[in-house]
């Protein structure tokens, strides 16, 4: 059977080869998408290996302080629009005595119950949790850190209640997924109505990507990187899957809203 787009089930051509495996492109939601894991058998433990070499060499623990402010950075994306429409006004309020406590307690009382989606070592959800009280957790299957609000079973397998989470964001994950629909289908179930799902991946709107091609760093790894998207690729999913908005900002960032 001719493989078709895994977002809208169009025709889909060869764009890229890296490392001998192909990544095919949708001109009709202009997703790039390869079916290197979609090929193997299952359970792979070579992807496991893999994913567990890439974190150590990419994405390191990092340092509490760094991974604190970045979670920070995320709920502020979330949930503070001068954020999110303005964010260098929002840096430079922060110089201002009391502003940084006032958001943060604001904020605080929206998200009650977060899920860090993809959360590597989940340095900023400890982080969050021992600091602020917030009840964070964090799921990744890859994951070496050893914690009850760690969560180590695939997405899919973990069978959260429904509307089990205020907010959710997930950081340079989406791009490490083969089965996208499935994903954004389960983390809309498990969101609550209202909330919103944030999400940090490179798109193919990224100048580099059409100045760079086949050498652009997304590709370099990809048997981790097999879903790469763009804004109308984020608009489709979130079309099928139940979502009632999409909004970006820059090349990088997309908040869902529930």
């Known amino acids: 059977m001719d493989q078709v787009c895994k977002i809208c089930q169009g025709a889909i051509r060869p764009k890229h080869e890296v490392a001998g495996i192909a990544y095919l492109h949708c001109q009709s939601c202009n997703f790039l998408q ?3 894991w979609d090929e193997q058998p299952q359970p792979d433990t070579e992807q496991t290996t893999i994913n567990n070499e890439a974190r150590t ?5 990092g340092d509490a302080d760094h991974m604190h402010e970045k979670g920070w950075g995320m709920l502020e994306l979330m949930y503070w629009p001068l ?3 303005v964010r260098k006004a929002n840096v430079q309020l ?3 005595p009391g502003y940084e406590s006032l958001v943060h307690s604001l904020i605080r009382r929206k998200a009650n119950r977060i899920l860090d989606f993809g959360c590597g070592h989940g340095i900023s959800v400890l982080e969050l949790r021992s600091r602020d009280g917030i009840d964070a957790i964090g799921l990744d299957p890859y994951s070496p850190t050893k914690s009850p609000h760690i969560i180590t079973t695939p997405l899919l397998e ?3 209640p ?3 989470f205020d907010g959710i964001f997930s950081i340079e994950t989406l791009e490490h997924i083969e089965n996208p629909l499935e994903v954004f289908t389960e ?6 109505p209202g909330g919103v799902l944030l999400v940090q991946t490179h798109r193919l709107e990224e100048r580099d990507y059409a100045e760079q091609g086949d ?4 590709l370099r790894d990809p048997k981790t990187h097999v879903s790469i998207y763009s804004e109308p690729a984020m608009r489709r999913i979130a079309q099928k899957t139940g979502w009632k908005s999409v909004q970006f900002k820059g090349v990088k960032f997309a908040k869902f809203a529930a």
């Open 94 to 96: 922060r110089q201002v």
């Open 34 to 36: 390869n079916f290197y």
């Open 162 to 164: 429904s509307a089990s």
């Open 83 to 85: 954020m999110w429409q």
């Open 187 to 192: 983390l809309r179930r498990i969101l609550k």
């Open 158 to 160: 973990t069978a959260f």
């Open 57 to 61: 060499e990419h994405w390191p623990a």
């Open 215 to 218: 050498s652009w760093f997304y």
